[in-house]
């Protein structure tokens, strides 16, 4: 399988960089920002994998060529443009990036009617096994139980609350449609509504993605907690979507599809 590599230089993407060849992919493109400090580096010797034979480029629609799928890790301002180039390349594409706007969630729906998409704002099995617990604990539990998500992630990550709460959220909200989010209380918020589940976000050092989702009731409490604590987890995941989608029908894909739930 051959993959490129989009937001090479990043944390996800060097940890895809360094796991490659063992999980049977081959880099044979890699692409940062047009301001990145790494152009022109190769991308194995960055992430310290040893000598790749490919040079890390801004120049995206080259770096696409001659790939099976575009593993995809950067921004959410960058995935519109690069949705649209591997459609036009028919590269397929598994990406992880989070916090998606309109643009993105179009552009990934346009290319998904020419080459297979996968998005996943966590790909690990773990996370997908919670999100189903998630779900069958909200119906079980209730009307009586409110429910509040609490994530944290390291000191760097720049946006809030994560890609994976939000999923969890949706988990909840399969069971407890009568619920509506809240990004945070202060000041005299008076007592807590019944309608409310809140989402909410720890930042500091170097924590890699800690997801509890609490849910309170009257004399007992229960918590469904996911850590992870290595970032090669998701990057292993992201790699497993690759090989799953390559050679697909065009579509949306889910990590659900992957993991055969
Ligand atoms: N799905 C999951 O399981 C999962 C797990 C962890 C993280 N994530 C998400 O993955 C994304 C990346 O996380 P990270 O921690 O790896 O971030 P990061 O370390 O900040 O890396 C971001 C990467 O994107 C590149 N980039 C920025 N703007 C770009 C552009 N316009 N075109 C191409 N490349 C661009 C950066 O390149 P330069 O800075 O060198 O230019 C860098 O390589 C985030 O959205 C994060 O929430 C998802």
Do not use: C
């Not at 429910?147 to 969890?168: F, N, Q, Y």
Request: hydrophobic share 45%.
């Amino acid at each position: 399988m051959r993959i490129t590599i989009h937001g090479a230089t990043g944390r996800m993407g060097q940890s895809v960089a360094r796991l490659a060849s063992a999980e049977g992919a081959r880099i044979v493109g890699a692409v940062a920002s047009p301001s990145s400090k790494a152009l022109g580096r190769d991308v194995g010797e960055l992430a310290g994998a040893g000598t790749a034979g490919v040079e890390i480029t801004a120049d995206t629609a080259s770096a696409l060529l001659g790939a099976d799928v575009v593993i995809d890790f950067a921004t959410a301002s960058a995935l519109p443009r690069l949705v649209t180039l591997a459609a036009r390349a028919k590269v397929a594409v598994v990406s992880g990036t989070t916090r998606l706007d309109e643009a993105g969630e179009r552009a990934l729906t346009e290319a998904s009617k020419v080459v297979p998409v996968l998005w996943a704002p966590n790909t690990s099995v773990g996370v997908q096994v919670l999100a189903e617990l998630v779900t069958l604990a909200a119906k079980k539990l209730g009307l009586g139980f409110d429910v509040e998500i609490v994530e944290a992630h390291h000191r760097a990550k720049i946006d809030a609350p994560s890609g994976t709460a939000e999923r969890l959220r949706r988990a909840v909200d399969e069971a407890r449609q009568d619920l509506r989010p809240v990004y945070g209380r202060e000041g005299n918020v008076g007592p807590r509504k019944p309608e409310e589940i809140a989402v909410l976000a720890l930042r500091g050092g170097d924590v890699i993605g800690d997801h509890t989702v609490h849910f309170l009731g009257a004399g007992e409490r229960l918590e469904l907690t996911h850590r992870a604590t290595s970032r090669d987890l998701f990057a292993r995941g992201a790699l497993a979507a690759a090989r799953f989608i390559r050679g697909r029908a065009p579509g949306r894909y889910t990590m659900v599809d992957v993991l055969g739930g």
